[in-house]
């Protein structure tokens, strides 16, 4: 009789994967399983409330439903204060002055929440980078560790070890 197998479960979602696993399988989560910090969830912890918000919002507008919402509101403007829609007094004639200064103010927190966003996305690229150095010079040295260990076998098996080429002067 043979033994079952350990399952690696996902710290995020609870989902047993097959225990060589390197990447949750569930469809939503997809988390890399080891023990080591996954940079996205490291960064929504530290996360502050603004941050949050912002990149909700610059979530928000790099959608079609951002364009579509603002097409709708433009006309329901342009149409209450035309008088096409006559439900209540018109409230800024035209050139529209008030929707002016209404766009000009929804340019300034869009710019600002799109450059929170932006500096996150930095630091996520940034953090991430600093990451890959770390994990290729981890494996630059095990590399170095396995061709001595190579090297020390072949010597107590009177076998020379070829050289590997070098591309790096």
């Known amino acids: 009789m043979t033994e079952p197998t350990a399952t690696r479960v996902c710290p995020v979602c609870g989902f047993a ?66 008088g096409l829609i006559a439900v209540v007094r018109r409230f800024d004639d035209y050139p529209f002055g008030l929707l002016g200064i209404l766009l000009s103010a929804e340019a300034i927190f869009i ?27 981890r494996t630059y040295r095990r590399i170095g560790e396995i061709e001595q260990s190579l090297r020390i076998l072949a010597e107590r098996l009177d076998s020379p070890v070829p050289e590997p080429p070098r591309d790096n002067p």
């Open 17 to 82: 994967n097959a225990p060589d696993a390197v990447f949750c399988a569930n469809p939503n989560c997809h988390k890399a399983l080891g023990e080591f910090p996954f940079v996205l969830e490291e960064l929504r912890a530290r996360a502050r409330w603004h941050e949050t918000l912002a990149e909700r919002v610059a979530g928000f507008i790099g959608r079609p439903h951002f364009f579509a919402v603002h097409l709708a509101w433009f006309v329901v403007w342009v149409a209450l204060n035309t």
């Open 111 to 137: 710019t600002g929440f799109l450059l929170i966003s932006q500096n996150r996305q930095s630091a996520l690229a940034e953090r991430r980078a600093i990451l890959d150095y770390e994990v290729n010079v």
